[in-house]
T-cell receptor, first 112, second 115 residues
Framework: QQQVKQSPQSLIVQKGGISIINCAYE??????FPWYQQFPGKGPALLIA?????SEKKEGRFTISFNKSAKQFSLHIMDSQPGDSATYFC???????????FGEGTQLTVNP | DARVTQTPRHKVTEMGQEVTMRCQPI?????VFWYRQTMMQGLELLAY????????DSGMPKDRFSAEMPDATLATLKIQPSEPRDSAVYFC?????????????FGPGTRLTVT
């Protein structure tokens, strides 16, 4: 019940295209859903986050869509750029308040 | 620009040796996390501390791993004895948890190779 399932495992997109990464969770007590971006040799960095009381959050080219009833959320990267090539992790904060449960990660490659 | 720092960045050691990894959380943060990242298991939470007290270390192999916070500016993760299966990147993260809003900031990681 603590798991977060992420798909796809890898994604290849052309420059200018839309990248979509999906996550699903089971625990309805999760109350915070961040996305992290990780470049090779670096630690994950917070990209964007959403709470379950809103259905969408947009920051620049990055948008989180949240479907509470389906217990799913997704990251959309508009106008994808080669510099967006990285591994993306979705996460959900557990009912204890501070522990994050991470998805398995998606390796995104944006071709020039 | 406040950052989480970790030392060493890379460590190669032989099986059976003791390994100590250090983390300096961002000043003022009250929660410190230790994660392990491998290709097979992804990001795994090993342990975390709040105000220097351990809250959860259920993700850590107790027989060989130990985590401590000697003071608010230093967190350590120790492996004794190390085994080849411990080869991974170990991340420390810190955050200021005051209520519903908080973020975790990750350090650059320690890449451990046990031969």
């Amino acid at each position: 019940q603590q798991q977060v399932k992420q798909s796809p495992q890898s994604l290849i997109v052309q420059k200018g295209g839309i990248s979509i990464i999906n996550c699903a969770y089971e625990n309805t007590a999760f109350d915070y859903f961040p996305w992290y971006q990780q470049f090779p040799g670096k630690g994950p960095a917070l990209l964007i986050a959403i709470r379950p009381d809103v259905s969408e959050k947009k920051e620049g080219r990055f948008t989180i869509s949240f479907n509470k009833s389906a217990k799913q959320f997704s990251l959309h990267i508009m106008d994808s750029q080669p510099g967006d090539s990285a591994t993306y992790f979705c996460a959900a904060r557990g009912p204890s308040g501070s522990r994050l449960t991470f998805g398995e990660g998606t390796q995104l490659t944006v071709n020039p | 620009d406040a950052r989480v720092t970790q030392t060493p960045r890379h460590k190669v050691t032989e099986m059976g040796q003791e390994v100590t990894m250090r983390c300096q959380p961002i000043l003022g943060h009250n929660t410190v996390f230790w994660y392990r990242q491998t290709m097979m298991q992804g990001l795994e939470l090993l342990a975390y501390f709040r105000n220097r007290a351990p809250l959860d270390d259920s993700g850590m192999p107790k027989d060989r791993f130990s985590a401590e916070m000697p003071d608010a500016t230093l967190a350590t993760l120790k492996i004794q004895p190390s085994e080849p299966r411990d080869s991974a990147v170990y991340f420390c993260a810190s955050g200021l948890v005051l209520g519903p809003s908080y973020e975790q900031y990750f350090g650059p990681g320690t890449r451990l190779t046990v031969t």
